[in-house]
Structures are given as C-alpha cells and as structure tokens.
C-alpha cells in the first residue's frame, strides 16, 4: 500500500469540507495564517483515523466530519507554534505562517486553532449524542504540550536515554493519532473498543515518528522531501542517535555526544554518524525495533477481527504506516 487510496472518497470529502471553513472569516490578521496552515497539504493521517473508523461502525458522517476537522485543527495549531519555537523556515516545503504573516499574528491564529478545534469537537459530541470527545481532546492536547516540553528539554540535555525518547514521542506524536481512532469508535457508539483502538493508535504513532527518524537518514525516495540527514544537521538526538548511544559504553557515549554537539561542519557531522551507525548495524537494529511496534499494532487490529470490515480497514492503515518511502 503506498498511499491512502482505500480512503481517496473520504479524503475527497474531508479536503472539500476544510475548504468551507473559515474562508471569509474576519479580521484576516486572524484567520489568514490559519486557512494558510491547514490548506499547506500533509497526508492527513489524523482525520482520516476518525472518518474511517466511524464510518466502519456506522457513526453519524457529519459528526465525524467535525471531530476530523477538530483534530486536524489542533494538529496544526501544534505545527505552528513549533515552527516558531524552532524558527523553522519551512512547512511542507512552503514557507512558515509566522514568516509570512508574523510571529504575532502566528501566535495568535494557532490559539484561535486550539479553541475552535474544541468547539468542533462540542459540535461532533452534540451531532453524535456520543459524550467525553471534548474530554478527550483537552486531555490528549496536555499530553502533546508535555511531549513538546520534554522535546525541548532533551535538547541540552546529553542525558537522554532511547527510553525516554519513546516517551517523548508517544505523548508529542502518538497520543493524538490514537484520539483519533479513539473517537471514530465513540462516534460510531461502540465505547467497548475504544480501549483497544486507543492502544492501535499509540504503537502505531509511537511507529510512525520512529519510521520518520529512520527516513531521515535512509530514505531513498526523492518523495520523501525532506534535506537529506536533517536531525543530523540540527543535531536533534532522533532515535537513530538514540539507538546508537545505547550501544556505546558510557564513555564513547559522552565523547560521541560531544563530537555531534561541537563539530561544526554538517556534511563531516554526516559522515561521521553514518560511520558509526554502519559499525554498530544501526539501521538493521532500527528497523527491527519499528517491526516491533508494526506487531503490537497488528495484535491490537487482530482484537477487533470480529469487527471483520473496520478489521480490514485498520490492517491496511498500519501496513501503509510501516511501509511508507517518505
């Protein structure tokens, strides 16, 4: 599976909905970095959770349509504050809203995305008589701001563990791809397998970021689009790094650390890591540790197989997580 075609007709609906929302809306200071945001693209792994599964279980379309819409919000609305906090330059190869429009009126577009993606979400909970979406999403977003805090303490920190790192991950990443599926099971009143969905969508995240950290330096396919080893270049402790000091002794590990913190040319940073990582199979070891995660997920899918259509749909979302080229 090398796209989401099995969900082109929901992803037809969702792109035709989002472009509805907020289009004339006013002051453009306001809105304009927010329509900007959401209409930049992305695979749209998140709502495409929720619409699948609700529409496997029979939820109410219009509903999920507003629970999807809300999360994608929320998602974005992280996107850009982190693109602040990083002074990142670009998104999805496009440049970042708060250089277009300013970091103030960035600033102040991604609040109004995490208080509307809470009204979509009071929306879809009302249209649907399903309770606790709006719960969800208030919960899972504290997870993410602690996931993002964690993330940024590791940053001068030459203390972090691979361990820790998959907690970062599972709250930064991975908590709200399983709100997602989450919700699709409360829409379409089956609260019975919302457990285990919830679970699905967090090895599945946990999976995802790490396939990510592996594409950065290993992809491939020039659609990964992406600048080739780019945690390398900002000298980010990705799981690859990660899964390398893990099999250094303790003194290898702080003087690797202190060479990729202070050498100051990236192409010799890149030699240097992919050097290391050849001599400790690295790559071979980083795959095994995703499959690992691709099990646990398809294990939590084999739970759901009397559910044989929504089985069959969730299969094919882990297989295109864990299968993806860029």
């Not at 792994?45 to 929320?74: C, H, N, S």
């Amino acid at each position: 599976m090398t796209n989401l075609h099995p969900a082109a007709e929901l992803l037809a609906s969702f792109d035709s909905y989002r472009l509805e929302q907020f289009r004339n809306a006013r002051p453009a200071l306001l809105y304009e970095p927010l329509v900007y945001m959401m209409n930049l693209g992305g695979k749209r792994i998140r709502p495409l959770a929720t619409l699948w599964v609700a529409k496997q279980l029979g939820g109410d379309p219009v509903a999920a349509m507003d629970a999807a819409y809300g999360v994608e919000l929320f998602h974005n609305f992280t996107l850009m504050h982190d693109d602040i906090m990083d002074a990142a330059e670009k998104r999805r190869n496009q440049m970042c809203a708060h250089l277009r429009f300013g970091s103030s009126a960035a600033i102040l577009s991604g609040d109004v995305m995490l208080i509307e993606s809470i009204r979509y979400l009071r929306e879809a909970e009302e249209k649907s008589g399903a309770p606790g979406l709006c719960d969800l999403l208030i919960r899972t977003a504290r997870e993410v701001c602690e996931g993002q805090a964690m993330d940024m303490e590791f940053e001068s920190s030459r203390e972090v563990g691979l361990e820790d790192y998959i907690e970062m991950i599972r709250r930064k990443t991975a908590v709200l791809l399983a709100a997602c599926l989450e919700l699709g099971t409360r829409i379409g009143k089956r609260p019975e397998i919302a457990g285990t969905c919830y679970s699905l969508g967090l090895w599945t995240g946990i999976g995802f970021q790490l396939e990510d950290d592996y594409l950065d330096f290993y992809a491939q396919d020039p659609a990964f689009g992406k600048l080739h080893a780019g945690d390398i270049r900002r000298k980010k402790k990705s799981g690859l790094i990660l899964e390398l000091c893990d099999r250094l002794l303790p003194e290898e590990r702080r003087e690797f650390l202190k060479w990729y913190q202070d050498e100051a040319d990236d192409e010799e940073r890149i030699a240097g890591v992919g050097k290391a990582f050849d001599q400790k199979d690295i790559a071979l070891i980083f795959r095994q540790r995703i499959d690992s995660y691709k099990q646990r997920a398809l294990q939590a899918v084999e739970e759901l197989d009397h559910l044989n259509g929504l089985a069959k749909e969730l299969r094919s979302f882990v297989d295109w997580i864990f299968s993806r080229s860029y």
